[in-house]
């Protein structure tokens, strides 16, 4: 079974994945302190990927105060949702707003055809 994260997560993790990739990017530069052009490049880059992910968090907090707060019928939890289907973050039941894709299984692709 393929397992969705709810998008919130997924964008938090991609977050966090950029503030690790600065820190490693600016390791690295730390093999080439005899030549400090490059060196500067690297802390450069790990940097503009440390500030990257302070952007992606801060548009994290703007999604989640655009997403639409619904009860879980599966765990009766306080979600957020985006678009027209997500998944709930705490038991990951599908969720929709949809009417018509009620009932239906999960599918990111139903976010895709809004009109
Ligand atoms: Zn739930």
């Given at each position: 079974?393929?397992?969705?994260?709810?998008?919130?997560?997924?964008?938090?993790?991609?977050?966090?994945?950029?503030?690790?990739l600065g820190?490693?990017?600016?390791?690295?530069?730390?093999?080439?302190?005899?030549?400090?052009?490059?060196?500067?490049?690297?802390?450069?880059?790990?940097?503009?990927s440390?500030?990257?992910?302070?952007?992606?968090?801060?548009?994290?907090?703007?999604?989640?105060?655009?997403?639409?707060?619904?009860?879980?019928?599966?765990?009766?939890?306080?979600?957020?949702?985006?678009?027209?289907?997500?998944?709930?973050?705490?038991?990951?039941?599908?969720?929709?707003?949809?009417?018509?894709?009620?009932?239906?299984?999960?599918?990111?692709?139903?976010?895709?055809?809004?009109?």
């Amino acid at each position: 079974m393929i397992r969705y994260s709810s998008k919130i997560n997924k964008i938090r993790s991609f977050a966090l994945g950029l503030v690790f990739l600065g820190f490693i990017i600016m390791y690295i530069g730390m093999f080439f302190r005899t030549s400090p052009i490059v060196m500067a490049i690297f802390i450069l880059l790990g940097l503009l990927s440390i500030i990257g992910s302070s952007v992606v968090y801060f548009w994290i907090g703007m999604l989640s105060s655009a997403a639409v707060r619904v009860v879980c019928p599966g765990c009766q939890k306080v979600t957020k949702m985006l678009g027209k289907v997500d998944i709930c973050m705490y038991c990951r039941e599908p969720l929709t707003t949809d009417l018509q894709l009620a009932g239906k299984e999960f599918d990111e692709k139903y976010n895709k055809n809004e009109k």
